[in-house]
């Protein structure tokens, strides 16, 4: 592949720099020992270890990084200030090292494999709580941090819980004499042990990997937990009709899980093949990660002339109720610019790599740089996109053609676009602040720019309309390898994803699936691998929750939504914000195959899932906002064997 992701913007890290993509899958993979070993312990007769084909270790480190933040009037640090200021930082962090080696950009390595291929990956923690990593943090939250945050000011003199767009009430359940030392703590599913960690492939179908040990199916089986000083050993082996298509890492040890992600402890993971080739076929060699990221941080020190400022990830508390400084980063770089041709068709792989918000995407042209203008973009304004995967699925057919997505965290579509006229676009994400948690969501933000050369490349989107893909699950087929049928469903569950506010139990508010409190040593139900079943997820408020299940992928078949935007919190801006909502209950494609998708606000998801006939054990569906997953919006269930 050439001309693969060209940027003026980008790290030399694989995943983001254009040589990486050029590279053979494998090309991250170390060697098997091949020659005869001389180990005296394998002489007498004692197993030895291969080298891992991936060393993944988890490390504290520093980046240089551009952060935004509050100013006031005469752009002096103002926090919690809507003008905002772009300032070069120090982040504090933690971040994944390929083989140990740190690169400068604190995203985790591209990761290439192949349907059919047997790996391991070794895991090991190097986030030791000491010498110069002991401020790194944060501190685990107190009881009494969930007081301050609950009474905090959302306006001049709204105080959070009493401006309620989500449309519960706080409640209590003791008296306002009850110390904080009396109150319910649900101590399982309180943030903490930062620095224990493990590794999820996000979207893959091969065995549950996330409790001890690796595909286990002992319903009491406890996480998978690399403490700092430890390392596990995962193996892997994808199926030879695995689908090709944008996956990717993160960790997953229950109480630490959003920390770690929040400071960027993820990477890209590809899956190469058919697809690729047939993208090949019609002459797309530029192909961008676009991987949107939203670190929370807290600002130590500002900048200062020349000296930059120091920031390190954000207390639990302020990130998940979206009171915290956070900047949009796309694959690790604030605002990168991507330079491609004139008629260039370019693709984009792009994750959601969000820990606790939503993104929109659309194209406009930059102000005063083209013959069009730019627009404000309701549906049908901006720069149109095709869509030819989700979740690293291709649908197949024609690509679906787009004016603006919105995306929760764990989403995952393949992009392609072309640009006729040369000049300046801008992606942008916009006007989702009131239809996430506590009305609290992103603000609007520029998430990268595309300067369109001269240079004509002679595509077109015409050829784009063009094209036809292999799908990554055929449509047509014998039971258990196509489309779902409905002759083939068994049962219906229902899975309500909801929260309490009862002031007086901590965590605060009460993450729920089905009213249950969150245990580790549990399982809430099971299913007999093969079993194809409908799932009907609900969401009886006005916060979004990104719905993600192991090992399985869904067919989705309807999402409903009756939220409206408060004319309180958006006045005239109604229309776009409804778009937005559109956005993110629109399905995409006729029987789409996905992992992650949104539960829409005041409404429902209805799926098809068949659990894969070849993995059985423990797993989990949850949130993927994952400090709701971290505070119980998860729930375990166990694949037994056919007949089992």
């Known amino acids: 592949m050439a ?9 030399r890290r694989g995943f983001l720099a254009s040589v990486a993509l050029l590279a053979a899958p494998g090309l991250l993979r170390s060697q098997e020992a091949s020659a005869p070993t001389t180990d ?27 952060l935004l933040y509050g100013v006031d009037a005469d752009g002096n640090p103002e926090p919690g200030s809507d003008r905002l200021k772009v300032g070069k930082f120090q982040f504090m962090t933690r ?72 449309g519960y009430p706080f409640f209590n359940t003791c008296t306002p004499d009850t110390p904080i030392g009396d109150f319910v703590i649900d101590e399982e599913n309180v943030p903490k042990n930062f620095n224990w960690t493990n590794l ?27 403490k700092p000083g430890g390392d596990y050993l995962y193996r892997f082996e994808l199926p030879e009709d695995h689908p090709q298509g944008t996956f990717w890492y993160h960790p997953h040890r229950h109480n630490s899980v959003a920390i ?27 192909e961008i990660p676009f991987v949107v990221h939203d670190p929370h941080y807290e600002i130590v020190e500002y900048p200062d002339g020349d000296e930059p400022g120091i920031a390190k990830v954000g207390r639990f508390l302020q990130n998940q109720n979206g009171l915290t400084d956070y900047t949009y980063m796309v694959s690790g770089r604030f605002q990168p610019t991507y330079t491609v041709k004139r008629n260039e068709i370019v693709q984009f792989r792009h994750l959601t790599a969000t820990v606790e918000n939503l993104a929109c995407f659309r194209i406009v042209a930059a102000p005063g740089t083209l013959s069009q203008a730019a627009s404000e973009g309701v549906e049908g304004e901006n720069h149109p996109f095709y869509m030819t995967a989700s979740d690293g699925i291709a649908f197949g057919g024609a690509p679906v053609k787009k004016n603006m997505m919105v995306t929760g965290g764990g989403e995952r579509h393949d992009l392609l676009m072309c640009f006729e006229e040369p000049g300046e676009y801008l ?71 909801d929260m309490d506010g009862d002031t007086c139990r901590l965590p605060n508010p009460q993450f729920r699936i089905n009213d249950t409190v969150y245990a580790t040593d549990k399982v809430d139900f099971e299913i007999e691998q093969g079993t194809v079943e409908e799932w009907v997820l609900v969401n009886p408020t006005g916060g ?13 078949k309807e999402s409903y939504s009756a939220q409206v935007p408060d004319p309180k919190l958006v ?53 993927h906002f994952l400090a709701h997953e971290e505070t119980a919006m998860i729930q375990n269930f166990l694949i037994r064997p056919a007949g089992g």
């Open 40 to 66: 005296s312990q394998a002489l007498e007769g004692m197993a030895v270890e291969p080298k891992p084909d991936y060393t993944l270790v988890a490390k504290f480190a520093t980046y240089d990084v551009d």
């Open 260 to 286: 770690q992600a929040w400071g960027g402890l993820a990477g890209l993971l590809i899956i190469r093949g058919l697809y690729d080739d047939e993208l090949k076929d019609y002459g797309v060699t530029t």
């Open 200 to 226: 999820h492939l996000h979207g893959l179908e091969i065995d549950p990997h996330l409790f001890e040990p690796q595909g286990t199916s002992n319903p009491a089986a406890d996480y998978i937990t690399i």
């Open 95 to 166: 971040s994944w090292a390929m083989d140990g080696v740190l690169d400068d950009n604190y995203l985790g390595p591209l990761i290439e494999i192949r349907p059919g291929d047997k790996f391991t990956v070794l895991v090991r923690n190097e986030l030791f709580e000491e010498g110069d990593y002991a401020d790194y943090g944060p501190e685990p939250p107190r009881p009494e941090d969930w007081m301050t945050v609950i009474n905090q000011k959302v306006g001049p003199s709204v105080f959070l819980h009493e401006d309620q767009p989500l």
């Open 544 to 556: 979004t929750h990104p719905f993600h299940v192991h090992v399985n992928a869904f067919q989705v």
């Open 571 to 623: 006045g005239a801006d109604a229309p776009v914000v409804q778009s937005r909502i559109d956005a993110l209950k629109t399905i995409d494609h006729p029987n789409q195959w996905r992992d992650t998708m949104i539960i829409p606000p005041k409404g429902y998801l209805r799926v098809w899932t068949r659990m894969y006939s070849k993995r059985v054990g423990k797993t989990v569906l949850h949130c």
């Open 3 to 11: 001309d693969l992701a060209r940027s003026t913007a980008l790290s």
């Open 427 to 497: 992606i942008k994400s916009d006007h989702l602040g009131t239809i996430q948690f506590f009305g609290t969501g992103p603000r609007d933000q520029i998430l990268a720019k595309i300067v369109v050369t001269e240079e004509d490349a002679g595509q077109s989107m015409a050829d784009i309309e063009a094209m036809r893909f292999t799908p990554g699950i055929p449509a047509e087929g014998p039971p258990g390898v196509a489309d779902i049928q409905p002759s083939e469903i068994t049962r219906r569950r229902h899975f309500v994803f």
